[in-house]
């Protein structure tokens, strides 16, 4: 499945350039416009050297948003085919499956739908820099009047890059919403799943191949969260402690709408679970008392060794089969998809302790905890 026109392309030296030429587009000039408009009137409380904030964003989490897009794009047309390949959807119900992902396909490139998403970044942008002229706060991107506190000319170009940061951002949140309704559809289908199947998920374990790629959207927001508290603690000198409520709800929520939509398949997979658990147990039991009654009792003839024998090999097989289905979840969430969701959102606000805490003392307790 492809949910861009370019998802058939992987991440290329050329995307990664392009990336990067985005960033430096976007940071660059706000450095250039500050050296040459110069400053009157009051010191700013955050300088732009000192804005993290403002570095992190430009010139980590929009080449972030832009490769992220290609991945996405790439392991998620990818594990849709995996639907069709794998013979999970049924024949009668592969055209019904193909529409689905055409539909999927057409919401995620729509005109209508990017002009929305853009029209709402304005305004969230708009109503974001109005609030902060407010705040009492002096930045860098703003001066004081008469009439009170508005842009400067590096302001407006830092006004259109957040436009352009939060487009991309808002833009993997709609194809992140596309992809849970195109599992949720898929989930109502007939599939046919394997309950003996190695991955313990009736099949479905290749999922997680599209799903994690998602974990891109909790690290660009984990790595723009930390670097805003990060300008706040160093520049206006907020306590951190401050932020621990927040900082633990943000990492909860991104864990928890990471990882929630994949049990949209409990009910067909605990549906199948029971139905071949009665099934396997009825085989199981016909061939152990076959079994038994040919190798135990001695109804096996006179002339045939047990040794070499493919009885017992297909005895463990059916005990094995029987096991990887009594074992199987009713989930195909696993736990390399919860560790990325998790990793994703923790990792980036690590950094933060160096704000309160110098880099050997934490080496110090890191240690401590290791040892």
């Known amino acids: 499945m492809v949910l861009t026109s370019d998802g058939d392309r992987l991440v290329s030296p050329r995307r990664v350039l392009g990336a990067a030429l985005l960033a430096l587009l976007t940071w660059l000039p706000l450095l250039l416009l500050g050296l040459a408009a110069g400053r009157t009137g009051p010191e700013p409380a955050i300088t732009f050297l000192g804005d993290v904030s403002a570095h992190v964003r430009f010139l980590l989490v929009v080449p972030l948003l832009v490769l992220a897009d290609a991945v996405i794009a790439t392991r998620t047309r990818m594990t849709m085919d995996g639907f069709l390949v794998s013979g999970l959807v049924p024949e009668g119900q592969r055209g019904l499956f193909q529409q689905m992902v055409a539909r999927t396909v057409r919401l995620g490139g729509s005109a209508v739908v990017q002009a929305i998403l853009a029209g709402i970044v304005a305004l969230l942008i708009g109503a974001s820099i109005r609030g902060q002229a407010r705040d009492g706060v002096l930045r860098w991107f703003e001066v004081q009047s008469p009439q009170g506190t508005h842009l400067s000319v590096p302001g407006w170009w830092y006004a259109a890059a957040s436009v352009m940061?939060?487009?991309?951002?808002?833009?993997?949140?709609?194809?992140?919403?596309?992809?849970?309704?195109?599992?949720f559809c898929t989930s109502r289908l007939d599939l046919r799943l394997v309950g003996s199947h190695p991955d313990r998920a009736g099949g479905l374990g290749f999922v997680n191949v599209g799903h994690a790629s998602f974990s891109a959207l909790p690290l660009a927001a984990s790595c723009m969260l930390a670097s805003r508290v990060a300008t706040e603690v160093l520049q206006l000198g907020v306590p951190l402690r401050t932020f621990q409520l927040p900082l633990l709800f943000f990492v909860v929520l991104s864990l928890g709408v990471g990882t929630v939509p994949l049990p949209i398949f409990a009910r067909t997979l605990a549906r199948t679970k029971r139905r071949r658990l009665i099934e396997y147990g009825k085989l199981a039991t016909r061939y152990v008392q076959e079994f038994e009654q040919k190798w135990v009792d001695g109804g096996a003839p006179a002339d045939e060794a047990l040794l070499g024998s493919g009885d017992i090999q297909s005895l463990a097989d059916i005990g094995g089969s029987f096991e990887r289905l009594a074992t199987m979840k009713v989930t195909p969430l696993d736990r390399h998809t919860v560790l990325a969701f998790a990793l994703a959102s923790i990792v980036p606000l690590l950094p933060l302790a160096l704000t309160v805490m110098p880099l050997d003392e934490i080496v110090k307790v890191l240690l401590r905890a290791v040892v």
């Open 165 to 183: 940061l939060a487009y991309l951002f808002l833009r993997l949140i709609w194809r992140y919403a596309l992809w849970c309704w195109l599992l």
